[in-house]
């Protein structure tokens, strides 16, 4: 007879009930009250209003310290990444300042430039179990070209990091070069709405955007990458992100449904479908099959050739060949005789010439005078008149 097998769970242990209602969830704990459900994952079923535990503002969770693992940890963990050759200068200028924020924590960081890798490791002296997570997303980061000083936030608790792969959501270079730059916006205008609405540092690099900030943030900025390079402008989750800053505001609508606030935007252009080079227009639907199309025997026996011998059909033969070829021929002189042909010339019509048969001679003789009086390169004679005045006055003056 087989033994019969316990319960293999504690004696205290807080068992579940036999009937289970739908949505209902389990999680680490399960806490049973007024026959109301709460589980780990923050669903609640039946639980009226004023039961629900709500955070209060301003309040932190507390910090992870030495005390609370005093002897640190029993085996060593190590992470390790690759960088690009071009991060290469910038890592050797900044990784002592990488070793010292991380040694605080008792982490060590080492960066082999042969190789091109960095790698971050715990040791006996580590007491944040967590802390080699938080360093691995550190030496992330910096391959990914986030600078020092906002990658090094990542070691602080209320600061996590999100790196969304853009590079397979569309197929097309061009397409996914335009939809990136939707993310900048004109000289990184909608870059720097995004960050101040999400309390978050966004860098678009590449086939990826790393995002460091707060959960919250993070949530939201993953949103509207994903919705970007599907297609969707940011502007409108700017829109309704401004409008959620809003409403948070206020304490009567924190507790609300905002979607009666938010805005919805219908999609208006309509993808265009591509039309053919060459249309092809449909003939009228008839129920009827087409007329069969004559075969050559029947065209032999409408012209009469189907019953002529066969010396008959090769002397016709020979005949159409002779008359083709006597076409052929005087085509080809046709062509020939075009080129002695002279051109038609235009007429030509000599232009009359108007002639005065009047000429002023006394005029001509004057201009001749006057020529033979100058002389090349010499002043007019009023010119000359002025010089001779003013050298008699000066002669004046001096006696």
């Known amino acids: 007879m087989a033994e019969k097998t316990g319960d293999p769970r504690p004696y205290n242990a807080k068992k579940r009930p036999s009937t289970t209602e739908p949505g209902q969830c389990y999680g680490e704990w399960v806490s049973w009250r007024r026959g109301d459900t709460q589980g780990a994952c923050g669903g609640h079923i039946g639980v009226a209003e004023e039961s629900k535990i709500s955070v209060p503002d ?140 999400t309390k978050c540092y966004i860098l678009v690099q590449g086939n990826t955007v790393s995002a460091v900030g707060p959960y919250s ?57 591509k039309e053919p080079m060459k249309k092809r227009i449909k003939k009228e639907y008839t129920p009827f099959p087409p007329p069969q199309l004559p075969s050559k025997m029947d065209k032999e026996i409408e012209s009469g050739e189907y019953f002529l011998k066969e010396s008959q059909r090769r002397k016709k033969k020979l005949e159409d060949i002779k008359t083709r070829e006597a076409e052929a021929l005087v085509r080809r002189q046709e062509k020939r005789n075009q080129a002695f042909i002279p051109p038609e010339e235009k007429s030509y019509e000599p232009k009359e010439v108007a002639t005065s048969s009047k000429l002023d001679v006394n005029a001509i003789k004057e201009k001749v005078k006057k020529a033979k009086s100058k002389k090349l390169g010499a002043p007019p004679e009023e010119v000359k008149q002025k010089v001779v005045d003013s050298d008699k006055k000066k002669k004046k003056k001096k006696t």
């Not at 010292?100 to 040791?123: N, P, R, Y």
């Not at 993070?218 to 409008?243: C, F, G, Q, S, W």
């Open 217 to 273: 943030g993070l949530k939201e900025v993953r949103r509207i990458v994903l919705d970007t390079m599907n297609n969707i402008h940011p502007i409108y989750n700017i829109k309704a992100l401004m409008i959620k800053r809003e409403l948070a505001k206020d304490p009567e609508l924190r507790t609300q449904n905002w979607d009666r606030f938010l805005p919805k935007f219908r999609q208006k252009n309509l993808s265009k479908r």
């Open 58 to 197: 301003g309040w932190k969770e507390q910090p992870f310290t030495r005390e609370d693992n005093p002897k640190g940890l029993l085996e060593e963990s190590s992470f390790a990444t690759l960088f690009p050759m071009y991060r290469e200068a910038y890592l050797k200028e900044c990784w002592p300042l990488v070793q010292k924020a991380l040694s605080e924590h008792f982490v060590k960081a080492e960066l082999d430039l042969i190789e091109g890798s960095m790698t971050v490791t715990s040791t006996k002296k580590t007491f944040d179990p967590y802390i080699i997570v938080r360093a691995r997303d550190l030496i992330k980061l910096l391959a990914r070209s986030v600078p020092f000083e906002q990658a090094v936030r990542i070691l602080e608790d209320d600061v996590a990091c999100e790196i969304v792969k853009i590079g397979s959501m569309v197929t097309k270079k061009e397409r996914f070069i335009k939809r990136r730059q939707r993310l900048l916006g004109p000289k990184g205008s909608t870059l720097k709405a995004l960050e101040l609405l």
